[in-house]
């Protein structure tokens, strides 16, 4: 296990994110904690975290292209997931991603007020991807078109840091088990290391979420064991920053968070992005 190469515009690394679009993610988040639909927030955080992604790789001269990023979005059709001009492309350079958001939406933010309360302010937020809930979860045919997408990918990048590949999904496969098709995924590997699949799965029954576990002794059913089964170790780096966090986490801690809340899937999303080593 390596995890260590540098990541250049000479050599990019790669995100690519799978999202459940079923019609389950049309129910709200679990523990009354928000009535937002799961689709909403999802998107709405991979919205924020492309744009966070933007920032990081903005300098004097502009955006420079540290990373490539594809959203795949699973329900009633599987295929590459951003809107507007981006529509149809599976792996976006970052400076693309800066330039062509699908449009730019205006949102109300609380801010401190000086004094003690809190105000409103309007933001800017740019749109790449919108929400989508209808129909099954066919959770293997989205591995298999990542798996597709980044073999080619890798063949072109074998020195880059390894692909990392973000499943957030809210319920089982309907067109069978994963596990065969995850393992080819994460036999995909640069010479840096393995592909990189963490999952996330949002509950709307709001029961604790088990976050990096490492072994499979707190999940409470099959469903999530195999998710736990099918998630790639956090190399060291990731562990440090879960660590950071405030999260528990272990030798062999399991890029995985079951019955995930809101804020587990913000903090998840951060954890599993952050650069190791950003030139």
Same mark, same amino acid.
């Given at each position: ?6 990541? %250049? ?14 019609? %389950? ?20 955080? &991979?919205?924020?975290?492309? @744009? ?22 699973? !329900?009633? #059709?599987?295929?590459?997931?951003? %809107? !507007?001009?981006?529509?149809? #492309? ?6 693309? &991603? ?13 801010? $401190? ?14 749109? =790449?991807?919108? +929400? ?8 293997? @045919?989205?591995?298999? @078109? +990542?798996?597709? &997408?980044?073999?080619? =990918?890798? +063949? ?16 089982? %496969?309907?067109?069978? $088990?994963?596990?065969? *098709? ?82 587990? *899937?913000?903090?998840?999303? $951060? &954890? ?8």
């Amino acid at each position: 296990m390596s995890y260590s190469a540098e990541i %250049s515009r000479v050599n990019p690394s790669c995100f690519l994110f799978l999202i459940d679009q079923s019609g %389950s993610m049309e129910d709200p988040f679990g523990g009354g904690e928000s009535t937002r639909k799961k689709a909403d927030a999802v998107a709405d955080a &991979i919205n924020k975290l492309l @744009q966070n992604l933007v920032i990081k790789c903005a300098k004097s001269e502009g955006v420079r292209d540290y990373y490539q990023t594809g959203v795949i979005g699973y !329900g009633e #059709r599987v295929g590459p997931a951003f %809107s !507007g001009a981006l529509a149809g #492309r599976d792996m976006v350079p970052i400076s693309d &991603i800066a330039s062509t958001p699908a449009r730019i939406e205006e949102r109300a933010k609380k801010v $401190d007020d000086g004094a003690g309360g809190l105000a409103e302010q309007k933001v800017k937020f740019p749109i =790449w991807f919108d +929400a989508v809930a209808k129909n099954g979860t066919p959770m293997c @045919q989205a591995l298999t @078109q +990542a798996k597709g &997408i980044l073999s080619a =990918w890798i +063949a072109q990048h074998p020195s880059s840091f390894p692909p990392i590949v973000i499943n957030i999904t809210d319920g089982e %496969s309907t067109d069978g $088990d994963p596990t065969g *098709v995850a393992r080819e995924l994460t036999n995909l590997a640069t010479n840096d290391g393995n592909v990189l699949l963490f999952n996330l799965h949002c509950s709307s029954r709001g029961n604790a979420a088990v976050e990096y576990p490492s072994t499979e002794r707190e999940l409470p059913d099959e469903f999530s064991q195999l998710l736990y089964s099918i998630s790639s170790e956090l190399p060291s780096y990731m562990r440090n920053i879960a660590a950071q966090e405030g999260k528990n986490v272990s030798e062999g801690a399991r890029g995985f968070v079951f019955n995930a809340d809101l804020v587990s *899937v913000i903090q998840f999303l $951060d &954890i599993g992005t952050r650069p190791n080593n950003l030139r």
